[in-house]
Structure formats: C-alpha cells, structure tokens
C-alpha cells in the first residue's frame, strides 16, 4: 500500500523528498534549473549555457527533473528533431530559490574565497 504524504519530512529516510532533492540540488540539477530560469531552452542552448556539462549528464538531469515534475520537455514533429524545455509551476517555484542562492554565493564569492584562504 502506497503511503500518502501531507507534508515531506527530508529527515526521515523513506521519504521521497530526499530523491526530489538531490535531483534538485545536484550539480547540474541546480545549474539546469538557473538556466532555465530565464524561459524556455533547446537542449543545445541548455550545454552551451552550462559549461563542463556532458551530453549523457545532461540528459540524464533533464529526465529526473521531468519525472519530477519540474520540467517540460516539448518535441516538435520537424528534421532535424527539434525539443524545447521550460519550468513547470514546481519548477519555477524551484529555480527562483536557487537563483537566488546562486546570485547570493556569486554576490559574497570574494569574502568566501578569503574565509577559505584563512
């Protein structure tokens, strides 16, 4: 019997927001959702934007983030193939808490940086 959750608790080891959140905060889970962000990507804008990223792992981010609920993948009928992704309401949600977390580690980089030197 499959247990219906009210509210997730992440410190309880059966509960299923651990896999939502490590698809969430991965490395490239947190890079794809930022890049999303700002609307609508082709999978080829999504690997320029994302440097370092391999075809495979991106990929493989986008189908966990889209059974997550969390992305829209969209393929159009054309030669050559042609599939778009986009936020959905969760993933929007989402990618707004970790722009902002992004902005603010980008904003305070240089004191980081020095509190590692120490």
């Known amino acids: 019997m499959e247990k219906i959750f009210d509210r ?3 410190f309880t080891a059966a509960c299923p927001s651990r896999a939502i959140l490590q698809h969430l905060t991965s490395r ?18 999504l690997k320029r934007t994302i440097d370092g990223v391999s075809e495979r792992m ?5 189908q966990q983030l889209e ?7 969209k393929s ?5 193939p042609h599939v778009e992704y986009s ?4 993933g929007a ?4 808490k ?13 004191g980081i940086l020095k509190a590692q030197q120490k």
């Open 8 to 10: 997730g608790d992440v």
């Open 58 to 62: 991106l990929t493989q981010t986008l």
């Open 28 to 45: 490239w889970g947190v890079l794809v959702l930022v890049a999303l962000h700002t609307g609508t990507k082709r999978f080829s804008e």
């Open 76 to 80: 159009y009928h054309t030669v050559p």
């Open 98 to 110: 970790m722009f902002e977390l992004v902005d603010w580690l980008e904003n305070n980089l240089i």
């Open 67 to 73: 059974a997550d609920g969390m992305v829209i993948r």
């Open 87 to 90: 936020l959905t309401h969760f």
């Open 93 to 96: 949600a989402a990618s707004q």
